[in-house]
């Protein structure tokens, strides 16, 4: 429990699109490399700042010295008064070294610094600037003590403290991070975004051809990649293409040559004697007519040929309930609409239209009534179908959508169908990007009272 509650922080925080991801890791690295680099120009900054320090005490220190071993004993304190010390360094004129017995040798670092006893030591100074003696000592790893004996009387006493570093002691280093992680991010995500399009390109370029297998082809541009993935998605749409028109083809050659039997069956039925069997016959024929012309209409999909438009949704479901109720006026009580006077959608009125009407259509003959429900949403366009039948059973709600797939077991026209109407409703409603479910109502404590049909569209 300890842990899921960081990683879903992570996870949530962590992008969905490729262009986020991307840009996120490329901004993080970038900040890091920042940082690292920032931090090793700090510490190189102040080490740089030690030494430009310590050279400048060495210096006045130095000054300060041969001011005074040539002065007379009796001014040397007047010119340590007016000599203006580092603040780091507190020297003292005093008749003995008042250097602490048992000190450790200076910091090596220190004393390479300050050339204090270290290899390759300064220069010795000229005769008559030379101390009569030298004590040092460490005091800490950041300060140390020198007493040096003028050469008549009197000892100069020195103490040094060099200041703590402070890398990030800076008013602009902050300024200058922030500054450039802005400038580099925003050149990352411009970057990870050129070259992540093509990408989304794709993605929606294999959404409209799920929509329209009649969809514009890609552009073959850009990177070699990018071009080549292009190619290869257009020379599947267009197999796609050619392999549903060969299908057409041969469906139109075969509902031709079907009808040329047919009708010289109907023929010859005319001429039976039987009244009853000539009647029955005639059905048949009939049947298969109807069944040949529904296929063939399901093969064309005439809805990718017809162009969209901007269509009042509401207007049209309406539409749709008043012809249902005036083919069926004995139902016409339970056929009802509920939803906005006006929602304008861009749309194929002729293909939606022919969807509406098969759902209606079913919703009639199998459940007594068509209450529709008209409703727009964040997420899209959302109808609902309900009807007063018996439902569907969980298991046959897939099913029912398969071409010729009729729960009700009469091969009769007038009370199965051709088990085409639900197959066709679903395709139109695909090809608008949209999709429908079947759901079986139920009231509380009850048995399903009824199935609902859910039609979704992009809104």
Known sequence: MGLRGPRCLIRGLWPASLAGRTALVLILGLMLVQGLGLTIHAFDRVELQRTSEAREASMRLFNLWRALVVAPHERRAAILADVDLPS??????????????????????????????????APLPPRRFRPAEIQAGGLDPDSFAVSLRFPDQGWLNLTFHMPRPRPWHSDTFLIAFIAMSVAAGL????????????????AAAAERLGRD??????????????????????????????????????????????????????????????????????ADLAEMEAMIASTLAFARDDA???????????????????????????????IVFEGPERLVLRLR????????????????KYGDAARMTLEQREDGVVMLLD?????????????????????????????????????????????????????????????????????????
């Open 349 to 364: 009125p002729v293909a939606l239209k022919r969807a509406l009407s098969n759902l209606v259509g079913n919703a009639l």
């Open 187 to 202: 050149m990352i995500w411009w970057g990870v975004r050129r070259l992540t399009r093509p990408v989304a390109d794709l």
């Open 304 to 334: 990718a040929n017809e162009p969209a438009t901007l269509v009042d949704l509401a207007t049209l479901a309406r539409t749709v309930l008043d012809e249902a109720a005036d083919a069926n006026p004995e139902l016409a009580p339970a």
């Open 88 to 121: 780091t360094v507190v020297a003292t004129l005093d008749p003995v070294s008042t250097m602490p017995a048992g000190l450790p040798p200076v910091p090596l670092p220190l004393a390479q610094l300050f050339r204090i006893d270290g290899p390759g030591g």
């Open 387 to 459: 009807d007063d039948g018996p439902g569907i059973a969980e298991s046959a709600q897939q099913q029912v959508f398969q071409p010729f797939h009729r729960i009700e077991g009469s091969r009769n026209r007038e009370t199965g169908g051709t088990g085409l109407g639900l197959t066709i409703a679903r395709s139109i409603l695909r090809a608008h990007g949209g999709e429908v479910t079947l759901h079986n109502r139920e009231k509380p404590g009850s048995c399903p009272c009824g199935l609902r049909v859910v039609i979704r569209l992009p809104g």
């Open 213 to 282: 297998v009649n969809a514009p082809a890609l552009p073959e541009s850009g990177p070699a990649e990018v071009a080549t993935a292009a190619a290869a998605f257009n020379t599947m749409a267009a197999n796609i293409r050619r392999f549903v028109a060969d299908r057409t083809q041969m469906l139109a050659a075969i509902s031709h040559d079907l009808r040329t039997p047919i009708t010289r069956l109907r023929l010859r039925a005319e001429f039976l004697d039987d009244d009853e069997q000539r009647a029955k016959m005639l």
